[in-house]
């Protein structure tokens, strides 16, 4: 096979080993451990697997539970290796043994010490033996019925010996030795599938008690073995390996939730028997039953953080293999892909005309001449969230392939496609709906606050307020904080911009709201706040509520606006206001507020304005934020950087 040599080197690898031989391997080793070895069927391994202790409910009186074999394949194309029953393909079993989420959480069985205990042959027997050859060409039918032939069935005989095939006319053989691959959840339920009670029913009620207190009592050492292989997969999450650790999620949470069933099934029978109400057996067994739930509900949990983390997925649209990507931000990009051994013929004379170019090593896609294989994926367009309307599976377009989609836009526009993996389909509609799912409680919350900062324009300000004064010392304190204030209504305030003796006077028409955004400027950029004061002419404080009243007018906020609940289009009118839904942050108005200030700063030194200069300012403010706008940025976060850059610019001139 082309992948010998490699495999030779691999820890995991234990030559033409049989399958009793291979189980006593796996049992000296210990819970969740595996090898891979040689198999009588033509150009396969066998993965053999004995499942975590937290799988099996009580190894102690099923001796051999999770021990669990399965053939490794090659795919239909030839050029690929797969799991047997999975969809999933590797350029090698060296990389399948690596990436493939069924072996998430999953060691190597211990070569030094189960040679010790004699359980394998000398080295030589089995380095670089390989599985036989394949046999020779046959026709399709010939072929389809050599594979799942009678040569699986040899097995028992003759472990190492050359492979029969059997011909298509042939009776179908015995069942396989290497079983369908089961996640740990399959182990723990073959564990318990032999029956609870006997056919005498006093013996059979003590029984099933006996079963499910065994049970209870491994749980607690199995959630801390749970623990630290969640601990281990979500340790060094990256784009590339997201994937992966999503599908080991899943993987646990069938273990989980085949775990509950099985408890389940023992309680009912042992109540059954004893002819009792169903009732738990002890407060123990309440107590891990309930240790099931909250791992289930902490490794969903964690899957969904995964999930919005964005992911990537291989698929077909519009007859083209692209890359279907949705980031952090919940953007929604469909990438073309290139590859290429020259980055110069493929590079852009114009890179604005991407939104999205990336370029990888692609290294499964080596060169013929050894040079090395880049992979370039581009998109000139990318969709917010806000622009979907639902996403669902279809499987007209699939063909009956499987891995149908279809995302529903707004303005009845559809994207149909499928994935290169029918079962990437799935968890590419549980990516989107969880970001949707985000994106709806989000703008439910800036709607809220939002609605709750309009409230605080409409507050007044009142000196006889004790809370009212306090806010205006607090921002007094920030500003000058070695000046004492000599009193609320005093000339001091002029230092700071306001344009009487008297601030209150000044907050007449944004409230409470302009005093608020003015503490929150002087307390986050205090340099820069204190700066403005020091160096310019315009009256700093004075600016700052005209700035706030000109960021209500953008966001289109007004009594009529704020009246009209969060699910109304009047809350997607502005192109400013959307872009809050996109950001968990309850400061979000009042950073847009101090960046917009530092803005109008910039502005005015780079005009060499006065004082009778703030009109013209002002409006060369609005259109530099039009123009930002234009620009279409896709969230909060990218418009207050777009806002930093332009301030430096403006600085420079």
């Known amino acids: 096979m082309a992948d010998a040599e490699q495999l030779d080197d691999q820890q995991w690898f234990f030559g033409n080993l049989d399958r009793a031989s291979a189980e006593a391997v796996l049992v000296a080793s210990g819970p969740g451990t595996f090898i891979v070895r040689g198999s009588s069927v033509p150009d396969s391994y066998a993965l053999s697997l004995h499942a975590p202790s937290y799988a099996v409910p009580d190894p102690d009186t099923a001796p051999g539970a999770g021990l669990t074999h399965t053939l490794i394949t090659r795919d239909r194309t030839g050029a690929g290796w797969r799991l047997q029953r999975s969809s999933r393909t590797y350029a090698s079993v060296v990389q399948l043994v690596k990436d493939c989420p069924e072996l998430s959480g999953f060691q190597p ?38 594979a799942a032939g009678a040569a699986d069935g040899q097995r028992r005989a003759q472990p190492a010996g050359p492979a029969r095939v059997a011909p298509a006319s042939s009776p179908p053989p015995p069942p396989s030795e290497l079983s369908v691959p089961a996640p740990p959840s399959a182990a723990a339920a073959a564990a318990v599938a032999e029956p609870l009670v006997d056919d005498a029913e006093q013996h059979g009620a003590r029984r099933a008690g006996a079963s499910v207190d065994a049970a209870a009592a491994t749980t607690a050492a199995a959630a801390d073995e749970l623990d630290a292989l969640l601990h281990r997969l979500l340790l ?82 519009k007859g083209d ?21 020259d980055l ?41 969230i806000d622009e979907l309307v639902k996403v669902s599976a279809d499987e007209l377009v699939s063909r009956g392939r499987g891995g149908g989609c279809c995302l529903f836009w707004k303005a009845d ?83 700071i911009g306001f344009q009487g003796t008297n601030p209150a006077t000044d907050f007449r028409g944004m409230g409470l ?90 502005l005015w030194e780079s005009a060499n304005a006065e004082y009778m200069d703030f009109p013209v300012v002002i409006q060369h403010l609005r259109t530099v934020l039009d123009d930002l706008l234009n620009r279409k940025p896709l969230d909060i976060a990218q418009f207050l950087a777009w806002i930093e850059q332009s301030t430096v610019s403006y600085r420079r001139l």
């Open 109 to 146: 069985a211990r070569r030094a010490e189960v040679a010790e205990a004699r359980l394998l042959p000398p080295a030589s027997s089995h380095k670089r033996q390989q599985p036989p050859p394949p046999p020779p060409p046959a026709t399709a039918g010939a072929a389809d019925a050599a």
């Open 413 to 495: 526009r559809r994207s149909t496609f499928f994935t290169a993996v029918a079962d990437d389909a799935t968890e590419l509609i549980e990516t989107v709906l969880t970001h949707q799912r985000r994106f709806k409680q989000s703008a439910a919350k800036q709607i809220q606050l939002l609605k709750d900062i309009y409230r605080c324009k409409a507050s007044s300000y009142n000196a006889t307020f004790p809370e009212h004064e306090a806010l205006l010392h607090r921002l007094w304190k920030a500003l000058m904080p070695s000046i004492p204030l000599s009193g609320s209504v005093s000339p001091q305030w002029k230092q």
């Open 513 to 602: 709201l302009g005093l608020l955004n003015l503490i929150y400027a002087a307390e986050h950029y205090t340099k820069r706040m204190i700066s403005m004061i020091q160096t310019r002419d315009f009256p700093w404080a004075a600016t700052g509520i005209n700035l706030t009243n000109l960021l209500l007018e953008k966001l289109n906020l007004n009594d009529e606006h704020i009246s009209k609940p969060s699910t109304s289009d009047a809350w997607q009118s502005s192109p400013i206001l959307r872009l809050f839904y996109y950001t968990d942050d309850d400061d979000a108005f009042d950073e847009l507020f101090s960046h917009v200030f530092m803005l109008f700063d910039a």
């Open 321 to 341: 293999n692209k890359l279907f990507k949705i980031s952090a931000d919940s953007i929604i990009m469909f990438c073309t892909v290139q590859h290429t051994t």
């Open 236 to 317: 060094d999450v990256n784009s590339h390996n997201i994937g992966k650790v999503k599908e080991s999620l899943k993987i646990l949470i069938d273990d989980q939730s085949t775990k509950l069933q099985e408890f389940d099934r023992a309680v009912v029978q042992q109540s059954l028997r004893a002819k009792t109400n169903i009732t738990l057996p002890s407060k123990d067994s309440a107590g891990n039953y309930q240790r099931h739930l909250d791992n289930i509900d902490k490794l969903r949990n964690e899957l969904q953080k995964l999930r919005l983390r964005g992911d990537e997925f291989r698929i077909v649209h």
């Open 344 to 384: 110069q013929s493929l590079s852009p004379d114009d890179m604005t005309q991407f939104v999205y170019f990336n370029v990888t090593p692609a290294l499964s896609n080596a060169h013929a001449d050894g040079s090395l294989v880049y992979e370039i994926t581009s998109s000139r367009q990318a969709h917010s």
